[in-house]
């Protein structure tokens, strides 16, 4: 760990050139989408907008050229993610797939999963879902139980996984399973690409506090994967899904969640702020300027191949506890009453995102496992 | 030039500035023989041009100098000094010989070659013989004016540290020129706000080693507090700040060129104020009483975050500048003004 690794990394000009065409693109495809779609951000779920974007080349815009991506640099991509979540895009079909699935096969996959995988993601034909927490290991990963068993050249999978997002409209899980029956906590552990229309897999929804359903239970009943199927080498996964947690933590929707409300509140308030207003939109700004900074620093730590998973907690846990502030300070700053149904444009932003901020510390890794990882790193534990 | 830089300041303090050394100024008269060593060091002329004499060095190659000055609670004016000479060098004046501060607020304007106005809360401005301020009005100048010339009412901050407010009636600059075309009025409170945000990120960086280092020591309950998860979560809490504060000073600095960028400078003092509140609170609450006692060293630390974070404008105070200029950009206007680095009516207001 160290404080030192947070420093500045300016997005090159050459990554900062695409900025103007993807505002352009978006300006153009977003145009008849209200800000209460737009609230959504990266749980927002569009097939077609992602397979234009695919068209476009900005997904898995990091990959090598000869799997459909683009050889573009990490701060490339950064530019198209952060113009995507600040003008509320629905990115979800094909965020995680362009955030971890697709970096991830590069790095383990075999030859024959980055031919089939790699240039399907790139053309957002091929959506992914991450299946980690169950039913009894939440924070606690390394307690999990769903299993992966050999049997002749298949392995039989049997198990539950939960809060999966998107598994039911996804194509494919990158799930962690135990592969070892006698191994305990983060040992005898191994991810497996899980071709989500096999027998025995049921996916069932499960709706959250808003009533809308982006995260499930997925029940596997010996469901049987190829040989092939295996990511990586047995017995690696935890080590292998410990590196990818960096890029989970510290991209710019660990901070953006709410970037809708913060526009919407900017406009709703006015160009005659009172001192109260003037001072709270002044200090998000500043956050916001700050934590941008922090996430770029991280990109760039992880461009060089570091693993800088206790900075990326802090991005996380600083960003996410930005995100949940805006909720509180837009109904703090203006006499608006959130409101589901009536009530004004800003209204229902504000009462969805005050609805969907809890999940914000919850979702890959919660503030007290980061908390933790940070202690960790300051040698307290 | 960053590394060699740091490694010769880190050495430098560490032998001027002991606790012991920091405590005897706070009372103590105006230590010459610590702004001697400082000064020979050559680090007040850092970032005056090298045609002036200076060592033509960037924000950027200093902002671990002035963190460190901020870490080692150094009880000199040395980051006004810097500041001071970096204007004066952009102004195309010759660098100050000897000590010298800067004047963030008050109200100055020259007239008929002579200046009157007050300067207020100048840091050593009651010990420090020069002082670089810039005059209001239509055609404002930097000067550099002698401070015994000017009747002074004393003052100190929380940490003790002399911030004197000085009245100029008829004095003649030292130095004047024109304040560069272009260039705010303001820029002495905007480039005290940042270095005080890199002195404040120092010393959280500072109060941090110290907290979890005695986390790891003090007993209680059979074991080290350090190991219980509610101090764990207090600690991650103060590294995060202080991880915000080291990242937006450095970002303040890196975009600092030839001249200050508003936007950056400005967020960093507001994090880095914020940051201050946060992590003072819970270096005091991990200490324990011990932390509280005038013979542990930790207050020299806090007490200087209770009172930089107020200093060359509040988080408030910049916050409501930089939210107004925020709602007048309006919704379209926000993410627009955040990728470039500016809001078009925060370059105008002044202080």
Not at chain 1, 106 to 127: V, W
Not at chain 1, 154 to 180: C, F, P
Not at chain 1, 190 to 196: A, E, K, R
Not at chain 2, 31 to 56: K, Y
Request: hydrophobic share 45%; aromatic share 8%; glycine share 10%.
């Amino acid at each position: 760990m160290s404080i030192d690794q947070f420093t500045y990394s300016p997005i090159p000009p050459e990554a900062e050139a695409i900025r103007a065409e993807v505002r352009g693109f978006l300006a153009d495809a977003l145009a008849d989408v209200p800000p209460t779609r737009r609230a959504e951000s990266w749980m927002g779920f569009d097939a077609r907008f992602s397979r234009r974007l695919g068209e476009r080349g900005w997904i898995g815009m990091a990959l090598p050229k000869r799997y459909g991506g683009a050889d573009a640099s990490a701060f490339s991509r950064y530019v198209v993610i952060e113009e995507l979540l600040a003008a509320g895009a629905p990115v979800s079909a094909h965020w995680f797939a362009d955030r971890q699935s697709g970096p991830q096969i590069l790095h383990y996959g075999s030859d024959a999963q980055k031919d089939f995988h790699l240039p399907a993601i790139c053309r957002g034909e091929q959506f992914f879902c991450i299946g980690m927490s169950e039913p009894n290991s939440g924070s606690d990963l390394a307690s999990i139980k769903s299993s992966a068993r050999r049997a002749g050249d298949k392995w039989i999978v049997n198990g539950q996984k939960v809060w999966t997002t998107n598994a039911h409209r996804s194509h494919y899980m990158i799930a962690l399973l135990r592969t070892d029956p006698d191994s305990r906590r983060n040992e005898g552990l191994s991810q497996f690409i899980v071709d989500l229309s096999l027998p025995g897999i049921t996916i069932r929804p499960i709706k959250d506090l808003t009533g809308a359903s982006h995260f499930n239970e997925v029940f596997f009943d010996d469901v049987a994967l190829d040989a092939g199927a295996l990511v990586g080498t047995e017995g690696q996964g935890w080590a292998q899904v410990t590196a990818e947690l960096a890029f989970e933590r510290s991209g710019p929707e660990r901070f953006l969640s709410s970037i809708t409300l913060l526009q919407s509140l900017v406009g709703a308030i006015g160009t005659d702020p009172d001192a109260l207003q003037a001072r709270d939109i002044g200090r998000l700004t500043a956050r916001l300027v700050t934590l941008r900074q922090m996430s770029l620093a991280v990109t760039a730590q992880l461009a060089a191949g570091r693993n800088p998973a206790w900075e990326a907690s802090v991005v996380k846990e600083l960003g996410t506890t930005f995100e949940q502030d805006i909720p509180e300070l837009a109904e703090a700053l203006l006499d608006v009453a959130p409101a589901t149904r009536g009530g004004g444009e800003h209204a229902r932003v504000l009462a969805y995102l005050m609805q969907e901020a809890p999940s914000f510390s919850l979702r890959g890794g919660t503030r007290e496992i980061l908390r933790g990882i940070i202690a960790r790193g300051l040698g307290m534990r | 030039m960053r590394q060699m830089f740091d490694s010769t300041v880190e050495r430098l303090f560490a032998d001027l500035a002991s606790p012991a050394a920091v405590l005897a100024c706070e009372d103590g008269p105006w230590p010459q023989a610590m702004w001697t060593a400082v000064e020979e060091s050559g680090f007040p002329l850092a970032l005056a041009p090298e045609a002036l004499g200076g060592a033509g060095a960037s924000w950027a190659d200093v902002c671990g100098v002035i963190r460190l000055a901020g870490r080692f609670n150094l009880p000199l004016p040395l980051p006004e000094a810097m500041l001071a000479n970096w204007l004066l060098g952009a102004a195309g004046l010759a660098p100050a010989s000897g000590a010298v501060t800067v004047a963030g607020a008050g109200a100055l304007r020259l007239r008929d070659g002579v200046v009157s106005g007050e300067a207020l809360d100048v840091p050593w401005g009651d010990a420090v013989p020069l002082v670089v301020a810039v005059t209001g009005g239509a055609e404002p100048a930097v000067v550099l004016l002698p401070t015994g010339a000017a009747s002074r009412r004393e003052g100190a901050n929380v940490a003790a540290e002399s911030r004197a407010t000085l009245l100029f009636e008829g004095v003649a600059p030292v130095a004047q020129a024109p304040l560069p075309a272009g260039w705010p009025a303001d820029v002495l409170l905007l480039g005290g706000a940042m270095v005080r945000a890199a002195q404040i990120a120092g010393a959280l960086e500072g109060v941090l080693a110290l907290a979890t280092a005695y986390a790891g020591e003090r007993v209680q309950f059979g074991k080290p507090i350090g190991s219980f998860q509610a101090i764990q979560h207090q600690v991650a809490v103060l590294a995060e700040h202080a991880a915000a504060a080291v990242m937006a000073s450095e970002a303040a600095f890196a975009a600092a060129d030839t001249r200050i960028v508003r936007l950056q400078a400005i967020a960093a003092k507001i994090c880095a104020s914020e940051a201050a509140g946060i992590g003072a609170g819970v270096a005091h609450a991990v200490h324990g009483a011990i932390g509280f006692t005038h013979e542990h060293s930790l207050h020299l630390s806090t007490r200087r975050l209770w009172s930089w974070r107020s200093e060359f404008g509040s988080a408030s105070a910049w916050s409501q500048r930089l939210g107004r200029a925020v709602c007048a950009a309006g919704p379209e206007g926000f993410w627009p003004g955040v990728t470039d680095g500016r809001f078009d009516t925060l370059q105008e207001q002044r202080a």
